[in-house]
């Protein structure tokens, strides 16, 4: 839809044809070797391990190009509609795996991310000294100073480090606040989950960072995560077990509901709380709090409870649009063809919200771009759920 090279269906149809390609040139020099062959020869031809070489494109750029295994954001979307259930992300990634640790391999960017996230734990690349600051200004003790929270609070490198993403994570802390929750962070002892390494095929770099978070969450005992990324969510509740991380993590929209249904944290309706009507409100769907986590509902319920008026998007829930950040794309330059994040927010645009609603520093990023792109920040604002809650606190 976007113009870019990669197609899911011809990826496999691709390593399809290719395999059965080389099953017959296999099939036809084993037997001209074997009949060339006599006596002991011929019975060692014949052994399955005498296989003869046999000359073949090579899989990355003869078969699969390079800007193809590049191009995918991992939205899922591709396995979510294939009526066979082919698993396209997983081979996507090996093969971004190979390129990385076997050949040296990738974009420029993505190697001053791996960089960035062996020096200072952090994609950004900002100090790891100062990834526990903006909490501490707000009053959010350690875990070592609370050990007995309710809930830890895992803001990720976003929420810590970057301009517009911290005020989400002031939004929320004022949300816990106000609902008398006990909670906790790591502070400066928090680094990057490692999702974006794994996804650009930096295993070794993940399982690295992975391991030294489990032993900190470990030593402090720590049980009950609230994320407020999607890709943090995700990362640690179904990849870190892989290595021994077992851990309840919960998506700060869930926990937010699960105040709000409880009465903990009490909302007022718009004219309560200051505002002057009800907003036109549109919500965006995480492909990683999506499609890959079946969370729908909770986002949805909460925007209603703040009081304002949901439109729906023409593709949303399972069908919901790509904002082009997933994949490891959030760090790479523009690909070929259209920005991904300028199609989604043409459609946000076209059904005329005032807020447009995400879940998902990601998303929240790329649909602003959009929207500067489009020069339509006087006609739509781009916000995280926490911070409509925010505004519609009693």
Same mark, same amino acid.
Request: charged share 20%; glycine share 10%; hydrophobic share 35%.
């Given at each position: ?11 496999h149809?691709?390593?399809?044809h ?30 399955a ?6 000359a073949s494109?090579?899989?990355?750029g003869?078969?699969?190009? *390079?800007?193809?295994? =590049? ?30 640790l ?49 809930i ?33 962070v790591?502070?400066n ?20 960072l ?10 402090? *005992? ?16 179904? *990849? ?44 965006h ?44 794309r959030? =760090? ?14 043409d ?46 606190l009693?």
């Amino acid at each position: 839809m976007s113009g870019k090279r990669l197609s899911p269906k011809l990826l496999h149809t691709n390593l399809k044809h290719q395999l059965l390609e080389r099953a017959k040139e296999l099939s036809r020099a084993k037997t001209a070797s074997v009949g060339e062959a006599t006596g002991a020869a011929a019975s060692a031809a014949s052994d399955a391990s005498a296989t003869p070489e046999v000359a073949s494109p090579s899989l990355i750029g003869g078969v699969i190009s *390079e800007q193809e295994i =590049w191009a995918c954001t991992t939205c899922y979307a591709c396995q979510e509609q294939c009526p066979v259930q082919n698993e396209h992300i997983n081979k996507i990634i090996d093969l971004r795996r190979n390129l990385v640790l076997m050949e040296g391999r990738f974009p420029k960017q993505a190697g001053l991310v791996f960089k960035n996230l062996e020096v200072n734990g952090n994609p950004l690349g900002e100090s790891a000294l100062i990834r526990g600051e903006l909490l501490g200004r707000l009053g959010v003790p350690s875990i070592g100073q609370n050990p007995g929270a309710e809930i830890l609070y895992w803001p990720g490198c976003a929420g810590s480090l970057e301009t517009r993403n911290q005020k989400v994570t002031t939004a929320l802390v004022n949300l816990l606040n106000a609902a008398g929750v006990s909670f906790a962070v790591l502070a400066n002892e928090e680094k990057c989950c490692g999702e974006a390494a794994r996804r650009l095929g930096n295993e070794y770099l993940y399982q690295t960072l992975a391991a030294g978070n489990i032993a900190t969450l470990s030593g402090y *005992e720590v049980k009950k995560i609230v994320t407020q990324c999607p890709h943090c969510f995700s990362t640690l509740k179904h *990849e870190y077990p892989q290595l021994g991380g077992q851990l309840e993590v919960i998506h700060h929209t869930q926990f937010l509901a699960e105040l709000v249904g409880s009465g903990r944290l009490k909302l007022g309706q718009p004219a309560e709380t200051g505002q002057a009507e009800p907003k036109r409100v549109t919500y965006h769907d995480s492909c990683y709090l999506g499609r890959y986590n079946g969370l729908f509902d909770q986002p949805r319920q909460l925007l209603t409870a703040a009081g304002h008026d949901l439109v729906e998007l023409p593709r949303r829930r399972q069908n919901a649009f790509c904002c082009g950040a997933g994949g490891g794309r959030m =760090w790479l330059e523009k690909d070929e063809g259209e920005r991904i994040n300028r199609i989604r927010i043409d459609e946000v645009l076209g059904v005329s919200p005032d807020i447009a609603a995400v879940a998902c520093p990601y998303c929240l990023t790329m649909l602003k771009d959009g929207v500067d792109d489009r020069e339509a920040a006087d006609r739509v604002r781009v916000m995280d759920v926490a911070e409509v809650l925010q505004a519609s606190l009693q």
